[in-house]
Each structure stands twice: as structure tokens, then as C-alpha cells.
DNA sequence: CCCTGATATTGATAATCATCAATATGCGGG
DNA sequence: CCCGCATATTGATGATTATCAATATCAGGG
């Protein structure tokens, strides 16, 4: 249903431009893009900060709707997006979801910045 | 006719979290959501790319609206939300606007990723 | 002093997005 | 087997946003 590398694949160019376009291309800029429009939120910065600080490394959506002050399905919603960017792993244990950082993800959305 | 430090003063706030919110709060959340919504378009991640890919450091309104294929009116308008983000730097010598990435900045932005 | 060219601003429009209410799904307990 | 709870999905709505056309600003040249 989605075939979103967004962060993965980061290695999908040759090391060197091809003569004529040292620049970012546009595909290739539109996969950075996806990534900094999942971080370009307030409400989804939170919860990356939230997950990312607790203890266990993850929380589940009940432990986040209070703090966002946000209802249920939109902060589902703001997490299925940090899921596709990549940002995010979840993993459903009995009734409840769990939510923790995909390692290193975010060093290396950091890392895109350094590529342009 | 602005208020928005966005980068710059990336030190409004004490450097120990006040007790009871280990998490990003509300403001700062929305500030750091500034630089990312300014990353957070595929065409402004290439005006980045081609100006630091200059080899003078800077470029101007001309010679980025050929390879963006958009109107130059467009360009202006998302080179104004790069400088109001503190990404670019803009100065006008004669007819011409010359532009050219803040030192650090993109380090900064990247820099906004650890400390969430 | 007007004219040309480069850039910025304004106004309008279509697309995207954040949010909520309502509903669906699916697990665990009685 | 039905019920309640946690989460996900759908549909609708208001707010941003990206883009363009038209116009304004403004420097330099004739």
C-alpha cells in the first residue's frame, strides 16, 4: 500500500553526480521532504520527544493523548505518520500499541541535512 | 515586522528542564516545527542544495527559477521563508539578491533532532 | 527623465493537512 | 458468546500552504 523508502533507502544515488547536476534532483528531494513533513509538526516533535524519553523506550497511545492534549484518533494519526517516515516502530502487545524509536533514525534524518 | 528567532536563539530556556516536563514542551515544540516546516518542501531543499553547491557560496533569484521549473515569484516566496527561518542569508547588491546559506545552520537545524 | 530588467509583494485558487466525531476492528474477561 | 476497552479507520471541516497572474518597487542605462 505504500512504497515509502523515506529513510532506508538513503543510498539510492551513485557517490558521484552525474555531470551537470551536482544539486539534489527533484525525487530525490521529495524523499528528504517526506521525512522533514513528519517532523515539520509540533504535536508530533512531542511525541518523538515523549517516546524518547521514557524510560522503557516506549509508550503506548494511552500515555499520549493526555500529554498532547490532543483526542485519541488524532494522535494515532500524527504516529502512523512517524511510522511511515520511519521515525517511529510500533508493536501491538494484547489490546494495547507500543511505540518506540526506530535506532538511529533520527541521527540519520539529522544526516540528510548534511547531504544536500 | 517578524518575531520569529527560530534558530538563532536556540538558548531561551534554562538548560535544566523544570521537574515534571522531561518532554519537549508546547512552545519550544512549535519553534523547532518552524525550521522543519521551512525543510519540509522538496523544492526548498533543492534551492538549499544548489546554493551550497555554488562555488562562489551564493546564488541569485535568476539562476534558481531555471532549474526549479517554478515561476520566479514562487522562488522569491520560498527563498523569503528559508531567510525567515534563518537558512539563508540574503543580501542585495545592485538589481541583483544574492543568496547564501547562515554558517552552521544547517548544523543548528540538524543539532535540533539530538537534544528532542 | 523615461525604460528596461530583476526582484518582491499582493490577491486568488487549488491542494494539502490537522483535527474531530463517528464508526470499525480486535483482544481479553465474564 | 457477549461486553467493554484500546486503538485504528473513515468522513467531514476548517486552516495552511504552494502556486501563479498581476502589479509594485527599485536600480541602472539611454
Redesign the interface.
Known amino acids: 500500500m505504500n512504497s515509502l523508502p523515506t529513510l532506508e533507502p538513503a543510498a539510492d544515488e551513485a557517490c558521484c553526480a552525474p555531470a551537470g547536476a ?3 534532483g ?1 525525487e530525490e ?2 524523499q ?2 517526506l521525512v ?2 513528519a ?8 511525541l ?3 517516546v ?2 521514557e524510560a522503557t523506550g516506549e509508550s503506548c497511545v494511552c500515555d499520549l493523548t493526555e ?1 498532547l492534549d490532543l483526542g485519541q484518533p488524532t494522535v494515532s494519526h500524527h504516529l502512523k505518520i512517524l511510522v511511515d517516515a520511519g521515525l517511529l516502530h510500533r508493536e501491538k502487545r494484547g489490546t494495547w500499541a507500543y511505540y518506540s524509536l526506530v535506532p538511529g533514525a ?2 540519520q ?3 540528510l ?2 547531504t ?1
Chains 1, 2 share one sequence.
Open positions: 551536482p544539486a539534489l527533484a528531494a521529495k528528504k521532504a522533514f513533513k517532523l515539520a509538526d509540533p504535536n508530533r516533535l512531542r518523538l520527544s515523549i524518547k524519553a500529554p533520527l541521527e534524518a539529522a544526516g541535512l548534511a544536500l
